[in-house]
């Protein structure tokens, strides 16, 4: 554990200081409170800044890296470099629409802290990440006097994610601007999005509004496209689409992908920014990393990149089935993977929120045989080793006990470098999934570094 948190729980307990209530005493704003207060953890998460900032370069680098595997590996054929991580031609068409070639720098990576180090679990990359908001978090605890006290004594700092986002949000919207100096921008979710998201959307709104940015809520389908090409939403102007919505959304949508042309047009006319463009799709699935991870591919790095590598990702390979034309799964794999269950955990590639993942230390051999065999015969699985994440002290206001905790980090970045981070947080014992969609006992919290 970390000696701040250590502190943090001892004065908790000591009763005499009020840091043990000032979450809950903490006046937040109201989309805020709606989407969060049920869901915090009493207390914020704290790294140290020096690791927080040499895993951020990392990651810098890291993305780098990923952006070069289709050139590096694939003589710069992005459908091959597609196709070896199992991603089908439909949606790499789609992925690849009025891309650049170049994705933005824009998405949050989860990582572990193993007691040594901040492992990289998964690269989230796009603007459908989620959480941008939760830096409010940070600044609502420091207008509590005790903890504001607690932060002053302790050197505490904290990145707002929203502000850095805004940032770049008024740089990319610049050149479609339309009469004002502030862009009008719309947060759009596929279509039947908002009911599901749209109290974690009116969270972002806020956030935003307090970056000094107009930001509408609407679906796919309520955009509409003026003669000239322009976006509007609800007969407003648009000059920027910050994308909610994710490729599968459209594949899925009853209309097709035909019903993102507008967006996809308008971009490409400069008349309404879509940010970020699907592209980042194409390298935020995991089997991107199990490429940087496997050492077949050792040759296509130097010693510093694959020196990078094996520091923030743990070992990874990738499990997909077998095509017309395809190799086979090598059976080496399969039965090493079999023989290391409780070393490894099998994700989707292109899930989220530990949904269809599958722990082998959590399984009986029988089990973990069994997702074997589906994961190949879905394929686009990637098997993971285990990161066994540092338990963290956290005082329960309610029972004022102390309990060890663990986190998953997500680390925002941009076109900028680092754009802050936040916390999801699991009680030690809850389980090996840490988030929201697969566990509801996970909690959220803020991030503050010292020194």
Request: net charge negative; aromatic share 8%.
């Amino acid at each position: 554990m970390t000696e701040l948190s250590r502190t943090y729980a001892d004065e908790c307990l000591r009763g005499d200081g009020g840091l043990a209530t000032a979450v809950a005493r903490a006046e937040l704003p109201p989309a805020f409170e709606e989407a969060w207060r049920p869901h915090l953890l009493p207390r914020p998460w704290f790294v140290p800044a020096s690791e927080t900032a040499a895993f951020a370069r990392d990651l810098e680098g890291l993305f780098d890296l990923l952006l070069s595997l289709p050139e590096r590996l694939f003589d710069g054929d992005v459908e091959r470099y597609a196709a070896a991580i199992g991603l089908e031609p439909a949606l790499v068409a789609l992925l690849r629409r009025a891309g650049s070639g170049v994705p933005a720098k824009l998405g949050r990576a989860d990582a572990y802290h193993d007691g040594t180090a901040f492992k990289l679990l998964e690269f989230n990359l796009g603007s459908e990440v989620g959480g941008l908001d939760m830096d409010v978090f940070d600044r609502a605890l420091l207008r509590v006097p005790e903890f504001a006290a607690f932060a002053r004594e302790h050197g505490l700092g904290h990145v707002d994610i929203a502000a850095r986002t805004a940032v770049v949000l008024r740089d990319r919207a610049r050149p479609a601007l339309s009469g004002s100096s502030e862009p009008v921008i719309g947060l759009i979710e596929g279509r039947g999005g908002v009911g599901p998201y749209g109290r974690l959307m009116r969270a972002t709104q806020e956030a935003m509004a307090e970056q000094g940015l107009d930001l509408r809520i609407g679906e796919i389908g309520d955009v509409r496209a003026r003669a000239d090409g322009k976006l509007t939403l609800d007969g407003t102007p648009l000059d920027l689409v910050l994308r909610n919505f994710a490729a599968s959304q459209l594949l899925d949508d009853p209309e097709g992908p035909a019903v993102a042309e507008p967006f996809f047009r308008a971009h490409e006319a400069g008349r309404t920014v879509l940010f970020t463009s699907l592209e980042s799709g194409l390298y935020s699935h995991k089997s991107a990393l199990a490429l940087l991870s496997d050492p077949r591919s050792a040759g296509a790095f130097d010693a510093g990149e694959r020196a990078l590598v094996d520091r923030v990702l743990p070992w990874s390979r990738a499990l997909r089935a077998s095509g017309p034309g395809e190799p086979v799964q090598p059976s080496e794999l399969v039965e090493l993977c079999r023989e290391r269950r409780e070393r490894l955990i099998l994700k989707p590639g292109a899930g989220y929120g530990g949904l269809d993942t599958f722990v082998g230390w959590e399984c009986t051999d029988a089990e973990w045989s069994k997702a074997l065999d589906l994961a190949v015969e879905r394929g686009g699985y990637v098997a993971q080793e285990r990161v066994v994440p540092r338990p963290e002290p956290v005082y329960d206001p309610a029972t004022g006990t102390v309990e060890d905790w663990i986190a998953a980090l997500g680390f925002f970045l941009t076109d900028d470098g680092y754009a802050g981070a936040h916390a999801r947080v699991n009680r030690a014992d809850g389980g090996a999934i840490v988030g929201m969609s697969s566990n509801p006992d996970t909690r959220m919290a803020g991030v503050f570094t010292y020194a």
